[in-house]
């Protein structure tokens, strides 16, 4: 059986089924991540930590999403075992995201949850909570021509000590608000599997997207005054402690016992980007003045 | 009850966050003078920040059946690692979840303080935090399918909440198989201290007279809407200027047609009776 190669966040990835999400890519070494569709355990014999949708022994996961699939984890293994008459593409959403999250976790990467876009040949990210407009801000600005390195997880990897961000799968989830400012035809959409009114928008890009070094991290929040769109540099260690918080699947993190490892890699970002908080006016259409802020902000870099 | 959670429920616009800030005051967040600072901090059961580090998954990529699901869990996680009382507030109904189990779970419950308000005053309120007219709002209030926070177009901070309507939501906290204390609104503005004394002695609180006359002192609605004016209230709706708008009771005689009363109790009208807001 012949099987699938790709590269994503800086690993690659060998698959038993095609991930029609991903560019294919000719191996060039053996995979760091094998995915498999095949039996999975039904529980794990000694779990140190759990939830109702995952388990772990330290060691293994087991992750359950309810009506889509399970996900066992263990040593960069992936194995995937879906519910009758799934969408491989609901399959997919938590093979690439959760699951592999783990993988990125336990393989030493730093995997935060923010989107990155690319701009002079660096790497800008967007972090906060969910809803804090993570995902529209990359859609806005891949609509001004900068290409997007990753939606709601951005992975981080060390050269040289040096925080380079890699490259996720070119799309943005949007919900109907948010969407209904960016332009877009609707052949570049996907309905999301869970939510009614939430939609995949695929981003084309001229050239594959490369690693490059991560200058700066903007963590957003909303301004509910509607006040104008504010900057603020953060110190080293409170941006220490703010990018800690926005690892991707915290508790996930946690119950793996690697938040000390997470915390200093968090340690070592803060020695080469610089971090802001950015309050934004809640209101979606004021969207332009924000980048064009930022593109005053990138002009000024040296 | 051995949990550690007291629910704090009502339909929306009926005193809980005037509960939640009296309690905030009287347990201790005295000194406080930001309109922010003044409630029980990490109180609402409907928190989707909450959700998303309990479960260790983002609410977002969750259908919202599944997300109702795991709440009970969540819940009960919240109860046996709280190691203390904790006053949670829930606008949703007392339901049970697609599951069949109860979205408020005894194992965490420690009791429910239940408030209930005129809901032609409700009406009013409503209307005005939903910037929605009152006669959208009324029909809003007869609609058993009612949610807050349904993220049909956005993400909100809240996970879904349903409440159905005014009369099925008082009802389900009325028969709910938990310890509970229901008051009336108008009972918190009228008798103020027998009513928030009865509350604190229900809510296993060991505070006396004066701590409470205190705590009451420091959350009148005079004193909330001049903190409001200073800086804004994060619990108020994106478009409404001010969350602590009038606090009375009766509001509605002035303010609502004679058709538009009349409406609410043709559809409310049992349960209004019930509660006393009818003459016999």
Redesign the interface.
């Known amino acids: 059986m012949s099987n699938f190669h790709y590269r994503l966040y800086g690993l690659q990835i060998q698959s038993d089924r095609e991930l029609t999400e991903l560019t294919p890519i000719s191996p060039t070494c053996p995979a760091d991540v094998v995915i498999q569709h095949g039996v999975v355990p039904v529980a794990l014999a000694n779990v140190t930590d759990s939830s109702p949708l995952w388990q772990t022994d330290g060691r293994q996961f087991l992750v359950t999403i309810p009506e889509v699939a399970h996900y066992h984890i263990v040593d960069h293994v992936i194995t995937v075992a879906a519910f009758p008459n799934v969408p491989a593409s609901d399959v997919h959403l938590y093979l690439l995201g959760t699951a592999l999250g783990i993988v990125l976790h336990q393989h030493g990467s730093l995997p935060l949850h923010a989107s990155a876009i690319e701009v002079r040949g660096k790497a800008v990210a967007f972090a906060g909570v969910s809803g804090e407009g993570k995902s529209t801000l990359a859609a806005h600005l891949h609509r001004r021509g900068y290409r997007v390195f990753s939606d709601d997880i951005a992975v981080m990897t060390f050269d040289e000590q040096r925080p380079m961000v890699q490259p996720g799968f070119q799309k943005v989830k949007l919900w109907q608000d948010a969407l209904s400012h960016v332009p877009h035809e609707a052949t570049e959409l996907v309905r999301d599997h869970s939510r009614l009114n939430k939609y995949h928008l695929a981003l084309q890009h001229s050239a594959l997207i490369e690693p490059a070094p991560l200058a700066e991290i903007y963590l957003l929040t909303e301004n509910r005054l509607d006040e104008a769109v504010t900057f603020t540099p953060m110190e080293t260690i409170p941006a220490i402690f703010a990018l800690g918080e926005n690892a991707y699947r915290p508790t996930i993190l946690k119950s793996l016992g690697k938040k000390q490892a997470h915390f200093q890699q968090c340690a070592q970002v803060m020695k080469h980007a610089r971090m802001f908080t950015l309050s934004r006016p809640k209101v979606i259409t004021q969207m332009d003045a924000l980048i064009d802020a930022l593109e005053t902000r990138w002009q000024a870099w040296v | 009850m051995t949990g550690n959670l007291y629910w704090l429920a009502s339909y929306p616009k009926s005193g809980n966050t005037w509960l939640r800030i009296f309690l905030g005051q009287l347990l201790g967040q005295t000194e406080a003078q930001d309109i922010n600072q003044l409630a029980l901090s990490d109180s609402i059961s409907s928190s989707?920040?909450r959700f998303?580090?309990?479960?260790?998954?983002?609410?977002?990529?969750?259908?919202?059946d599944?997300i109702d699901?795991?709440r009970p869990?969540v819940y009960e996680k919240w109860s046996s690692a709280a190691g203390k009382l904790q006053y949670v507030k829930a606008h949703d109904a007392y339901h049970l979840t697609a599951a069949g189990a109860p979205l408020f779970p005894a194992a965490a419950t420690r009791g429910v303080i239940h408030i209930v308000r005129d809901p032609r005053d409700v009406a009013l309120s409503l209307a005005h935090h939903l910037t929605k007219s009152v006669d959208d709002t009324i029909v809003f209030m007869a609609n058993p399918e009612a949610c807050f926070a349904k993220?049909?177009?956005?993400?909100?901070?809240q996970l879904r909440q349903w409440m159905g309507d005014w009369s099925r939501h008082t009802q389900s906290w009325l028969t709910c198989p938990l310890p509970r204390l229901t008051v009336r609104y108008e009972d918190m503005l009228s008798d103020t201290l027998n009513t928030f004394t009865q509350i604190v002695q229900f809510a296993q609180i060991d505070a006396d007279r004066t701590r409470i006359q205190t705590a009451l002192e420091a959350s009148r609605f005079s004193r909330l809407q001049t903190l409001e004016s200073q800086s804004?209230f994060?619990e108020s709706p994106?478009k409404v200027e001010r969350f602590f708008r009038k606090g009375q009771a009766g509001d509605w005689r002035e303010n609502l047609t004679k058709a538009q009363a009349d409406k609410i109790v043709a559809q409310q009208g049992a349960m209004m009776q019930k509660l006393g807001y009818l003459p016999d």
């Open positions: 989707r920040y998303d580090q309990a479960i260790g998954m983002s609410a977002a990529e969750l259908a919202q599944t699901n795991l869990w993220a049909e177009k956005h993400l909100p901070p804004r994060i994106h």
